[in-house]
């Protein structure tokens, strides 16, 4: 993380702890998940981007597993857009107000 702020927050002995019983807890993708992919995740987001405010940093239910791919594109194109654009196997977007 290059976050001048912030970075050192993904550093913490704390939060490489959490990460990894967050992944363990939850190993599937959230958002291939809601596309009908199964795709192992790697990545702990915060879904509602917290810019430095520790609190919503450390708040679980803040958290969500997604797959490097959809944390490096889609997750990153819904923050610019504001809605995720990408539909699932039953032809329905797949974005769900006030989910990231």
């Not at 490489?16 to 599937?28: C, D, G, N």
């Not at 679980?60 to 196997?89: F, P, T, W």
């Amino acid at each position: 993380m290059s976050h001048p702020h912030w970075g050192h927050l993904y550093k913490k002995s704390r939060w490489l702890r959490l990460r990894l019983r967050f992944l363990q807890q939850f190993p599937l993708c959230r958002m291939c998940m809601d596309q009908g992919r199964v795709t192992l995740s790697t990545v702990v987001d915060h879904s509602i981007p917290h810019k430095g405010d520790v609190a919503l940093f450390w708040d679980m239910k803040n958290l969500q597993a997604l797959c490097v791919g959809c944390h490096n594109a889609g997750k990153q194109s819904i923050e610019v857009r504001g809605y995720d654009k990408a539909v699932g196997v039953d032809g329905w977007p797949v974005h769900q107000h006030g989910r990231v």
